[in-house]
C-alpha cells in the first residue's frame, strides 16, 4: 500500500465523516442546532469522548506515518564501515587493508 493510497483512504473518510453529518435543524421549542450543550445531550461526556477519540485518531495517525517511514529505502543503505566489513568477510581485501581503509573511515 502506497502513501499515496493510504492518505487517500484517510482524506475521504475525513470527508464522508464531515457529509454524513446532522444537517441543522429544530430541537424542543425553536432552538435550531445539537442540544449537547444544552442540557438534553450528552454535555461534558460527550465532549470528552469526542476529545479521546480524536486524540487516540491522530496518535494512530502519527505512528503510522513513523511506521511507513521507517521502512523506507534509507534504512537499507549501508554505511561504509559495514561494506569494509563485507569485503574482508568476503575475502576481497586482507586484514591489513581492512585497518588502514577502517582508520582512514573513522578520522
Known amino acids: 500500500m502506497t502513501k499515496l493510497s493510504v492518505y487517500t483512504a484517510l482524506l475521504s ?41 480524536w486524540g487516540v485518531l491522530i496518535v494512530l495517525a502519527i505512528l503510522a506515518v513513523r511506521w511507513l517511514m521507517e521502512r523506507g529505502p534509507s534504512r537499507s543503505q549501508s554505511t561504509a564501515l559495514d561494506v569494509l566489513k563485507e569485503r574482508l568477510a568476503k575475502g576481497e581485501i586482507d586484514p591489513e587493508e581492512y585497518q588502514a581503509r577502517r582508520k582512514a573511515l573513522e578520522e
Open 13 to 53: 473518510t475525513l470527508a464522508a465523516n464531515a457529509a454524513l453529518a446532522d444537517a441543522p435543524g429544530t430541537y424542543g421549542d425553536g432552538y435550531y442546532g445539537h442540544p449537547m450543550m444544552w442540557g438534553d445531550g450528552y454535555g461534558f461526556f460527550g465532549i470528552g469522548m469526542m476529545v479521546i477519540f
